[in-house]
């Protein structure tokens, strides 16, 4: 399979050799990665589309539903590419769900893809352009979000709040921590409880 580029950065991405054989294949895993629209119908449609092979100099491509709305053409009647999710969106729906469900487990690309039966390596892909991360570093925000709520609402310890999130061992965890918040837990504890405290006492 040829690599795309990333169509995210571009809301009209250039219709190369490879976008061009997923249209022509009719290749549903390229659905929400990509719309066309065709400019003698006036329509747009999803990639998986099983409507007729339009002339390729008759081809646009859009990475949303709304630019293709905006440069004036009409959702596909057989596809709809404005009503349903495609099947990777709704894959890449389930991953989430999956990671907010269990952040506090050693989550692995491989049991992840197993959990919602995919490949790891198109898991990854798909994940990362719908998203714009990677499934590690959605797993890495959900468990740092809860580690900041534990540190507020709990009178644990750091290392107890490492583990319940999922990250055993404490010095990653501060230092993880620290990345995303600029603050070490113990500092942001102390900082955040104080203001809050302020405020209660305002
Ligand atoms: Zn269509």
């Not at 092979?53 to 596809?79: D, I, S």
Request: charged share 20%; glycine share 4%; aromatic share 10%.
């Amino acid at each position: 399979m040829n690599v795309m580029l990333p169509a995210t950065t571009n809301a009209s991405p250039v219709l190369t050799d490879s976008y061009w054989q997923a249209i022509v294949q009719n290749d549903e895993r390229h659905d929400g990665e990509f719309f066309y629209s065709v400019k003698t119908t006036n329509i747009f449609c999803r990639p998986s589309c099983k409507s007729r092979v339009p002339n390729r100099k008759n081809v646009r491509l859009f990475t949303t539903v709304q630019h293709a709305m905006q440069a004036g053409f009409q959702a596909c009647k057989r596809c709809c590419p404005d009503q349903l999710q495609s099947p990777q969106e709704q894959w890449v729906e389930e991953i989430v769900q999956l990671i907010d469900q269990y952040f506090w487990d050693d989550l692995k690309l491989e049991e992840l893809s197993r959990l919602a039966s995919g490949s790891p390596f198109h898991l990854q892909r798909s994940f990362r352009h719908m998203k714009g991360y990677t499934p590690a570093q959605y797993v890495q925000t959900v468990r740092i979000r809860e580690a900041e709520k534990l540190l507020l609402t709990t009178t644990q310890s750091v290392s107890q709040i490492g583990m319940q999130v999922g990250l055993d061992n404490p010095s990653y965890f501060a230092t993880l921590f620290k990345q995303k918040t600029g603050f070490t837990p113990t500092a942001y504890r102390q900082q955040h409880l104080t203001s809050v405290q302020n405020e209660a006492a305002r």
